[in-house]
């Protein structure tokens, strides 16, 4: 099954420090606003999820949430969670560590897209 969401390596070693320090962690793929287009890193406490957010997936057990009007725009890419150096949005964990975490994206091929839409209608029924 092609995922809809992964992380390169130096992000899961960001997720991995990030865990130690806060413990539970979760990701949500902002829209926008404030700190722009951004996967923003949050204590469960921190944001509430609730019936406009979808789970992309889970990163080493930490789950990716992305709004559903946002998923409109992206539903035909896979999310790839990358760090980049300097600072990023001012709400997510990591933003004193100097690193900030960054999403890229790549269309799925029709296979692909036809194999999540099949997995999406199962999960439906």
């Known amino acids: ?21 806060y413990g539970e962690i979760l990701f949500h793929q902002s829209g926008g606003c404030c700190d ?9 406490t921190d944001l509430t999820i609730g019936a406009y957010d979808i789970q992309l997936g889970v990163i080493d057990g ?8 946002q998923y409109e725009y992206w539903k035909h890419t896979q999310l790839i969670l990358d760090v980049i150096e300097g600072h990023g949005g001012t709400f997510s964990l990591e933003g004193a560590s100097g690193k900030a975490f960054h999403t890229r994206a790549r269309l799925f091929t029709d296979t692909e897209w036809q194999s999540i839409a099949a997995q999406v209608k199962q999960d439906l029924l």
């Open 62 to 69: 930490v789950p990716f949430y992305i709004g559903k009007q």
């Open 36 to 44: 722009n287009s951004a996967a923003n890193c949050y204590l469960p």
């Open 1 to 21: 099954m092609t995922e809809r969401v992964i992380a390169t390596p130096a992000a899961r070693e960001l997720i991995a420090e990030l865990k130690a320090m």
